[in-house]
């Protein structure tokens, strides 16, 4: 009898998640860990390494400032998208929030709507807009605004436009599912006890809503410093970012031990500034907000 198995037996509990762990060891952990190993590696000339261990390839990334450029740049974009798209993304969510539309729904669906074309294509859009030739460029000349085109298009500023582009809706969701999940009979007891509209808002509908908006800057910066593509179709060689180095030291150099540690680096920084979200907020909000 002592064998018998209960619903709650942890036994049970362990043969039902097992299957993920091991998705997720063999996915995840796994590859992460080889990762870190062939950071050892001794790079000898292109396409060719050693398994002799070194630790020149940390020595070169922690001494070399070539690459403490590109991870400094990496952070202040990353930085400023999230941040324009917390600004920008506030106000829509708190709309589709607080509006009496009856199909609040076909607001939702509209917002989503993007993520239905591939990324790549909607990246390339811009350079429609924002290009020499451009829908922009073109209607200015063509007002007599400007007698010759705007430097739009690979820089900077067209970098973290098409982040923008790609990551607001991220932005809106989280801060919208925080949104509802608001006890509404809070601010109408904020009114009655005097709060205009503005102060009901201010103290109580924004700190409950931070939640969801931490969750969106989080996740903001995290896609926007891994990004590859927009800056690599967007942006020009000065405006690489770092997931542009390990592409370019993978790829076009073949060094593996050097790009693998620059994989790592990335890993690394990352996950601490995710790590210090779970402390003080914990990743429930970030789930519910990719949810829908």
């Not at 050892?40 to 990334?61: C, Q, R």
């Not at 708190?94 to 294509?121: D, E, N, Q, R």
């Not at 919208?176 to 503005?198: K, N």
């Not at 969801?212 to 927009?230: D, E, H, R």
Request: aromatic letters at 14%.
């Amino acid at each position: 009898m002592k064998n018998r198995w209960t619903l709650y037996d942890p036994r049970l509990a362990w043969m039902l998640i097992a299957p993920v762990l091991l998705l997720l060891i063999f996915f995840l952990v796994l590859p992460i860990a080889v990762m870190a190993a062939y950071t050892f590696f001794t790079f000898v000339t292109a396409g060719v390494e050693t398994s002799v261990l070194t630790s020149a390839n940390w020595h070169e990334f922690l001494t070399d400032s070539y690459y403490h450029g590109f991870l400094l740049k990496t952070l202040r974009v990353g930085t400023i998208t999230a941040l324009l798209c917390g600004v920008l993304g506030y106000f829509p969510a708190y709309f589709i929030w607080a509006t009496s539309f009856k199909h609040k729904w076909l607001l939702l669906l509209l917002l989503i709507v993007p993520f239905w074309i591939s990324f790549t294509i909607r990246t390339f859009s811009w350079i429609n807009i924002l290009g020499e030739q451009g829908v922009i460029n073109v209607a200015l000349m063509k007002m007599g605004i400007i007698s010759e085109p705007l430097p739009m298009l690979y820089t900077e500023g067209a970098v973290i436009m098409g982040l923008l582009h790609f990551l607001l809706p991220y932005m809106i969701l989280n801060v919208y599912v925080s949104l509802e999940s608001i006890d509404r009979t809070l601010i109408a007891a904020a009114r009655s006890m005097g709060c205009t509209s503005a102060q009901a808002f201010r103290e109580v509908t924004l700190p409950l809503s931070l939640p969801g908006l931490a969750a969106g800057l989080l996740l903001c910066f995290v896609l926007a410093a891994g990004s590859y593509v927009t800056p690599q179709l967007l942006g020009s060689g000065r405006d690489a970012l770092f997931g542009n180095l390990i592409y370019d030291t993978i790829m076009s150099e073949l060094n593996w031990p050097m790009g693998a540690t620059l994989s790592i680096v990335l890993f690394v920084v990352l996950g601490f500034f995710a790590a210090i979200y779970t402390r003080y907020m914990g990743m429930s909000q970030i789930v519910k907000g990719l949810g829908g």
